[in-house]
């Protein structure tokens, strides 16, 4: 017989609906969840009173989520910032995302590991083109060109600052026994692309860093021309640590399974038994469609 494949519920649901984590925590076992993830958007207070034994598998970094005390902005973002005092920051809220996890009894720890900065105006007019359906025109893809060729011209400090992170955060998570996941962005600017992925990968070998697949971006990033998601997958291998299952429809993502284009039943023979499946579902979604959402991947072999 079977086993069947521990689920676990993100905390993005929280939003607009509890203030603190054991209402959240209460609500998705009354769902069938017995495992959680804590996402950015826990705040400390919501910590308070939280202890090991929650069935807390992972911690998706910042969390919690505290903003820059000069310039408000967030944690992930700063991990690839050239200005070295505002990287440190980053670096050290990671850090205490570890330590949370250690105290919460989590596994993993997923990572948004920063960004190129650029004006993001082409990136939005690019997804405006793909509203409009010309996804495949001349136009579209010179669109598209625009904006990974000043990606790439503008990356090479940003992609040095991110590696020195990287270096830092795993050096202090292989001493707590964490590890770490570096996942699957939604824009196009941020880090890791699928090639940088492949070398930083290479680059950090062992079982401390690996990858994090997360089905909505990179279903959005495939709807915009970038990489198909199975090469996300192909790439990382047996470096796989967890996924986020949520659905994509163009690039509207966190949609309840279903609702979208991902190919979950594809993804599901791709993962292994020990691979940490987190639902991240959007806050707005009810008890019945959450149940609903479920039931889908179920059926999909997840």
């Known amino acids: 017989m079977s086993t069947i494949r521990p689920l676990a519920l993100s905390s993005m649901w929280i939003q607009h609906r509890f203030d603190h984590l054991p209402p959240f925590l209460a ?15 826990v705040t400390p207070p919501m910590l308070d ?26 944690a992930d973002a700063l991990l690839s910032s050239p200005d070295e005092e505002a990287r440190r920051w980053a670096v050290a809220r990671g850090r205490m995302t570890m330590d949370t996890a250690r105290a919460v009894g989590a596994r993993a720890v997923v990572v948004h590991l920063g960004e190129v900065q650029l004006d993001t105006s082409q990136e939005w007019a690019l997804r405006q083109r ?5 996804a495949g025109t001349l136009a579209y893809e010179r669109a598209r060109a625009r904006v990974w060729d000043e990606r790439e ?28 996941g570096l996942e699957t962005r939604f824009h196009a600017y941020q880090i890791p692309s699928l090639e940088e992925l ?5 680059e950090f070998a062992g079982e401390t860093v690996g990858y994090w697949h997360d089905t909505g971006h990179a279903q959005a990033l495939a709807n915009l021309g ?10 990382a291998g047996a470096r796989l640590i967890g996924v986020h299952l949520h659905d994509c429809r163009g690039w509207r993502d966190h949609l309840i399974p279903g609702l979208g ?24 979604y009810e008890e019945d469609e959450i149940r609903e959402g479920v039931q889908t991947l179920r059926r999909m072999g997840l």
Do not use: M
Request: charged residues 20%; aromatic residues 12%.
């Open 226 to 235: 970038f990489w198909p998601p199975t090469a996300w997958l192909e790439a």
């Open 27 to 41: 609500a998705g076992r009354t769902l069938g969840f017995n495992s959680f993830e804590l996402s950015h958007i």
């Open 261 to 284: 284009e991902v190919d979950f039943a594809g993804l599901a023979r791709r993962l292994s038994p020990d691979t940490l499946c987190v639902c991240e579902f959007d806050w707005y």
């Open 198 to 202: 492949i070398g930083l990968l290479a």
């Open 153 to 180: 011209r503008l990356k090479a400090p940003y992609l040095t600052a991110a590696r020195r992170s990287l270096e830092e955060l795993a050096e202090y998570a292989a001493q707590v026994g964490l590890r770490l």
């Open 49 to 74: 009173g939280l202890g090991d034994g929650e069935g807390i598998v992972s911690l998706h970094y910042p969390a919690p989520t505290v903003p820059h005390p000069a310039t408000g902005r967030a």
């Open 130 to 134: 793909y509203l409009a359906g010309q």
